[in-house]
């Protein structure tokens, strides 16, 4: 069954093996510079099925950043608490994500990109950028993805996504989900078909203390990846009118999320 899975799986493996020990800001790390992580969506929608991950909570976090939203309170509301050990005492995060998606120094980028897009599909220039450096000292976590490309060839769209850290047991998995439905989005807006999500990391790297959970994910079967159904337009996602088929995946591998 080779698809993102078995390529995720791979890249693991590959860390483990030939990956340099890092004494980090949050941890000591195996690491491995410049790395590469794609899932081609004619396989499938790329929800790693070894250990459990929540679909629900990738949805509902693609809508908070699509609306510019900076505060963990209406993640909470919807049942997601990922963000909520980074935000200060009011539930702030500061300008991330969202913020700098709908308003980079007054730039709306998201609508200015779908605009562009619709103008010309082929222009190299359909580029959005997370990196602010007149508001990264204002954020409690400086963006890990930190940009995106969408790309097109004879009908089919691709996204790029540039990261400068990749957490790849923990946050891998839910990145490239968030990524394929961002992608599936905006091909609905622009009645394109989805093709491939590319992510290009810096840093790929394992956290010393999740080792025997990777080893215990990689030595178990994998399912059948799950197939995205429904999924509104970009221009008014909504996390409920995502539709996916059945996700099988064998248990949840519980570790620490370091900060």
Known sequence: MINFESKYKDLLRTVLEEGDTIEGRNGTTIQLSGRQLRANLKDG???????????KSVFVETQWILEGRTCVYWLNQHG?????????????????YGKQLR??????????????????????RLLISMWNPLEVDDMNLPPCHYSWQIVHSDGYLDIIVSMRSLD????????????????????????LIP??????????????????????????????LPELLEVP???????????????KSNKRLKVKIHK
């Open 103 to 124: 308003d980079f120094n007054g730039v709306d980028q998201l609508t200015k990109l779908i605009e562009n897009a619709k103008k010309d599909i082929n222009s190299r």
């Open 45 to 55: 929608f790329p929800l790693v099925t070894s250990k459990k991950i929540f679909p």
């Open 168 to 191: 790849l047991f923990v946050g891998a998995p839910y990145d490239i989900a968030m990524y394929a439905t961002i992608l599936s989005s905006i091909c609905e807006e622009l009645n």
């Open 195 to 224: 093709r491939e999500v590319i992510i290009n990391a810096a840093s790929t790297h394992i956290y010393s203390d999740h080792i025997d959970a990777v080893l215990e994910y990689l030595s178990v079967n994998q399912f059948p």
């Open 80 to 96: 997601v608490k990922i963000w909520d050990q980074w935000a200060d005492q009011n539930g702030e995060l500061g300008p991330v």
């Open 233 to 247: 337009k970009i221009s008014n996602f909504k996390a409920s009118e995502v539709i996916l088929s059945e996700y």
